[in-house]
């Protein structure tokens, strides 16, 4: 159900508490009581609207930024990992290609003796 005053969302569920809208104050109404829309927007209830929608909008960015580090967390790791594997592939590689060049150097008359050949 929508506010049909300030379109907000009702809060209460008829049973516990009175079904209104979130910037009426309803603490001694009957929770069975008809819905309570608020009145026609004052000044400082817009303000208060406006500090509320500011504070929901704080709250996600804080969600954002946390959700942000969480992933900052997540690209650090994959990066580590991925350092981790260049370096075992590196390793790897220097290896090789020291071998192949101690397997050049032996064979490394032949090779040009061939290449002339040709
Ligand atoms: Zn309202």
Do not use: F
Request: hydrophobic share 30%; net charge negative; glycine share 8%.
């Amino acid at each position: 159900m929508i506010c049909k005053t300030c379109g907000d969302d009702m809060v209460g569920d008829g049973v516990t508490r009175v079904v209104h809208c979130p910037s009426v104050d309803c603490d001694d109404v009957e929770p069975d009581a008809n819905p309570i829309h608020c009145g026609p927007v004052e000044k400082s209830q817009k303000v208060d609207q406006l500090t509320v929608a500011l504070e929901r909008t704080e709250l996600r960015l804080r969600q954002a930024e946390q959700l942000n580090a969480h992933y900052k967390k997540a690209v650090e790791r994959l990066e580590s990992t991925l350092i981790a594997i260049r370096n075992l592939v590196g390793v790897r590689h220097v290896q090789g290609s020291a071998n192949e060049k101690r397997v050049g150097t032996l064979d490394e008359q032949q090779v040009s003796g061939d290449v002339h050949e040709g």
